[in-house]
Each structure stands twice: as structure tokens, then as C-alpha cells.
């Protein structure tokens, strides 16, 4: 059978057309397009279908999408303004089976798909005692041009569910003096300062900003634009501020890492994702991002005991989405 899997997101989205059978999945055609340079998800599409050029219609085709997915309404995308109608797609790609999931119920479903050369092990918690990810709940968030967060729990034959949240949305909570006056710089910014607004490609810009007033008093025009990118490579160039944003950073995600731990108690794995994740791998393998993740008083020793993964294949929600689609497919 034929499948479009896609992993929409706020940068970049990511489109496969696959063919599928009992045996193996051949992918006909694959790109990584830019979001901002189309005007809709129809747009996107359009141009994907020309691009794949394939004869036949796609008998499921199933998009993750960063943002909240509800049954039968028009989907607004969060970091993009983009709203999906699914009678509208449906007809454009004339598919019998459209999903939408979540994108990070899509990178929840990738996690079956990955091998020991797609992850590190960030911390390795009681995972070999446990035996790793036998039926035990497991947990991934990332931070990309948002922050998301999904949970998997296994079913009686041992296959993982996910399930999406917009926990990326909660409150965000400073852990000491530093990062009050991170929230006081924020909150005359943001009517809502959310985890997300610090987790995430813009956050780090918010937070070289605050690092930049913080340390010299003075805001200047040309230095408020640094994305993630920008913020990164000058602090391993050893700009100070950069570097102190970094560290900051770095403080704030594994702060937010230790939350997840207490609230999910994810000894099958908690895993780490998004864009952003990958990308400053030196930082969450310095000793201050496990040191902050276990700074949980009375609870330290219960975060000790997650295992904690750092994703490095970037394809994961394609993956994950490609999977939820056969799986759906099997199982409907
Ligand atoms: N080297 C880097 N260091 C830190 N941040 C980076 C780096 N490169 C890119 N980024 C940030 O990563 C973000 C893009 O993340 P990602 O690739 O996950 O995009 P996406 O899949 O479109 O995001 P989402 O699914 O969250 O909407 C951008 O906001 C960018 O600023």
C-alpha cells in the first residue's frame, strides 16, 4: 500500500511517500521542506505531491502536528499560522484514511523504531536492573521551535500507546534567584510565561536577551535578534553572555527534564527530543544538566533512578508517524 507520513512543524516539515507491505517499506520519494516558505498546509502539500510525482493515490496518509488535535475540527497550528480542515485535505491528497496526531504523540510512536545508534544515554538510572522498557511507562519531550511532551504506556501485547499533552504550556517555575529575574524579564514580555517560552528555539533568544541584561545593564538593538543557532556557535566561541545563556539554558531543561521524571515516573526510558536537542548534546552532557535534573530535595533519589535518553536521530517523528499509520492501518 501507498503512505504519505509527515512530520509538520514549526521550521521545518518533514514528508515521506512510502510503499508498504507485509514484509518490508520501500520510501519512493522524501524532502524537508521549509513551513514558513508556504502560505498553508494545502500549499505544503500541493508541492509535495508534485515533488513525489506518483501515480497512484496514497491509501493512508497521516501528518504529526505541533498543536493540539481534536476529532473533527479545523486544527490551528501553535508556532505557525496554519489551520488544517481534514475534509479539505483529504480531498486535495484523495485518500481514503486521513490521521492527524500530535507531533509529539508521533515522536512517542518513533521510539519503537529506534536502534542503539539513535540514542545516548544521558543517565542510565535503574534501566539495566529493570530490564529496560518491559511494559514500564516511558516518557519523551523535546525542545524545538516549541516544547512538546507525550507519554507511552504498553498495552497487554507489549505495544506502546502515546498519548499527546500540551504540558510544553504549563507555568513555567523558576528553581532559584537567577531564574526570578529570568520570569520578572519574561513576564513584561508575555502575558503567559509557559514553560515553551524558555524551552524553545525563541526561548533561547529570551534568555541571551535576559543574560544580556542581566550581565551589562543595557539591551543593545543589534545583539536582541540571536536565535538558537546564533547563541549556540558564538558560546562555543566563547562569547560570555552567550556562554551564560547557554548555561542557563541548559539549567532550565534539565529543571524541567526533573519535573517530567516526578511526574511520570518513566522507568521504561525518558527520552529527549526536538530540534534543539541534538543540537547542544555537549551541554546536556556536562555534569551541571544531571546535577540540576536531580535537584529535587527529598526526591532526588527517585530522578536518580529514571533513565534518561538523549535522541539523536532527527528523523524520529517521521518514523513515528510512518508507524502510526501501519499500525492504524492493521488494526482498523
Ligand atoms: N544549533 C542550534 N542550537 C540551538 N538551537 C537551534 C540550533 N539550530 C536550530 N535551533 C533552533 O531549533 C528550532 C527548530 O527546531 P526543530 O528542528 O525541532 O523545528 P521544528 O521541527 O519545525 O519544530 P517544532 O516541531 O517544535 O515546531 C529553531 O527555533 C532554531 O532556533
Given at each position: 500500500m501507498n503512505v504519505i507520513a509527515g512530520d509538520i512543524g514549526g521550521t521545518k516539515s518533514w514528508l515521506a511517500w512510502v510503499q508498504a507491505d507485509a514484509q518490508a517499506t520501500r520510501v519512493c520519494f522524501e524532502h524537508v521542506y521549509a513551513s514558513g516558505e508556504f502560505v498553508s498546509a494545502e500549499a505544503l502539500l500541493q508541492q509535495f505531491l508534485a515533488d513525489a510525482q506518483q501515480t497512484l493515490a496514497p491509501d493512508a496518509v497521516c501528518l504529526a502536528l505541533p498543536g493540539p488535535v481534536q476529532a473533527d475540527q479545523p486544527i490551528r497550528l501553535t508556532n505557525l499560522d496554519w489551520t488544517l480542515e481534514h475534509a479539505a485535505l483529504q480531498a486535495l491528497l484523495n485518500t481514503p484514511q486521513l490521521f492527524f496526531m500530535n507531533d509529539f504523540q508521533a515522536a512517542a510512536a518513533g521510539v519503537a523504531t529506534?536502534?542503539?545508534?539513535?540514542y545516548v544515554v544521558l543517565n542510565a538510572g535503574d534501566s539495566l536492573r529493570l530490564r529496560s522498557g518491559n511494559g514500564e511507562s516511558r516518557v519523551i519531550t523535546g525542545a524545538g521551535t516549541g516544547l512538546g511532551l507525550a507519554w507511552m504506556q504498553a498495552d497487554a501485547n507489549g505495544h506502546y500507546q502515546s498519548f499527546a499533552t500540551e504540558g510544553g504550556h504549563t507555568d513555567f517555575a523558576p528553581a532559584n534567584a537567577q531564574q526570578e529575574r529570568l520570569l520578572a524579564f519574561m513576564r513584561e514580555r508575555f502575558s503567559h510565561v509557559s514553560w515553551e517560552r524558555v524551552l524553545s528555539g525563541p526561548g533561547v533568544n529570551q534568555v541571551y536577551q535576559f543574560c544580556l541584561h542581566d550581565m551589562t545593564g543595557s539591551l543593545p538593538d543589534e545583539l536582541r535578534d540571536r536565535g538558537g543557532a546564533e547563541v549556540n556557535s558564538a558560546a562555543q566561541a566563547g562569547d560570555p553572555i552567550a556562554l551564560a545563556a547557554m548555561e542557563l539554558f541548559t539549567d532550565i531543561y534539565a529543571n524541567w527534564v526533573g519535573n517530567v521524571a516526578l511526574l511520570y515516573q518513566p522507568r521504561g526510558g525518558l527520552y529527549l527530543a526536538g530540534g534543539i536537542s541534538a543540537r547542544i548534546q555537549t551541554w546536556l552532557q556536562t555534569p551541571r544538566f544531571l546535577a540540576a535534573c536531580f535537584d529535587k530535595g527529598r526526591m532526588a533519589g527517585l530522578v536518580q533512578q529514571m533513565p534518561i535518553y538523549l535522541i539523536t536521530n532527527t528523523r524520529l517523528g517521521l518514523q513515528g508517524a510512518l508507524a502510526a499509520a501501519l499500525h492504524h492501518r492493521k488494526t482498523s
Open positions: 529506534l536502534t542503539a545508534d539513535d
